[in-house]
């Protein structure tokens, strides 16, 4: 199955993301709060451009089961962004001013267009393949800290890991995993390939996505442009 198959070609890189400092940290509970800030309100970033990419597969499926689920995937990546995240912002009271000074870092920025590009330029299975590790590499970390951590009732990041570890987002993953593997199934190899390409590279997006935020990652270039 192509699910099998992706999961062990990143089964090295899945390690990675799992022993990264940011999740170990995470699953103590001694993450930095500034790091899970800075995390936050780039994660509900990233989740505007999710949400925009799952909606396009909603609109491309051929099947109407799978456009609905896309379109209710959709839906819930916005309630994600305004509950979870939006709960953690105005607990660590964060303004909208000191949200507009945290600007998009380039991981974010690099993610978010990468689905874009892939919603709006590359065949249907591939972007489903490209979506894919959101949901499982999330699924996946979530289901390990929560293993790893028990009783989460007096985590500071119990809302985070109780989110990821529920069963009902469980199951949606299942669900993505057998549309993916269905699409395929009946791709020709160029396609597939192209498919496990994208569900690679989304992969290591995910790292670079948590290890931006464990360095709270900045523009290099923001040196010598006035009031960065």
Known sequence: MFCDDVWARSATLLQAIHQHPFNA??????????????????????????????ATASVRAGDSQEAAFWSRSAHAALDAERTLHEGYI?????????????????TCLGYSSFLQAVALSAPYPVLVAAVL????????????????????????????????ADPDFAKSVEQAKEITDRLAATADDATRAAMTEAFVQATEYEW?????????????TAQWLPGD
Do not use: N
């Open 208 to 220: 670079m996505f948590w290890d931006s935020a464990w360095q709270r990652e900045t523009w290099p």
């Open 133 to 164: 590790p959101c949901f499982w590499v999330y699924q996946d970390v979530g289901a390990a800290l929560l293993e790893r951590t028990g009783d989460v009732a007096d985590h500071p990041y119990r809302a985070w890991i109780s989110t990821y």
């Open 25 to 54: 940290a995470l699953g103590e509970g001694t993450l930095d709060r500034r790091r899970f800030a800075f995390y936050i309100v780039q994660d509900a970033r990233y989740l505007e451009a999710f949400s925009k990419a799952l």
């Open 90 to 106: 105005e607990e660590y009271g964060l303004t909208a001013a000191d949200l507009s000074d945290i600007r998009t870092s380039p």
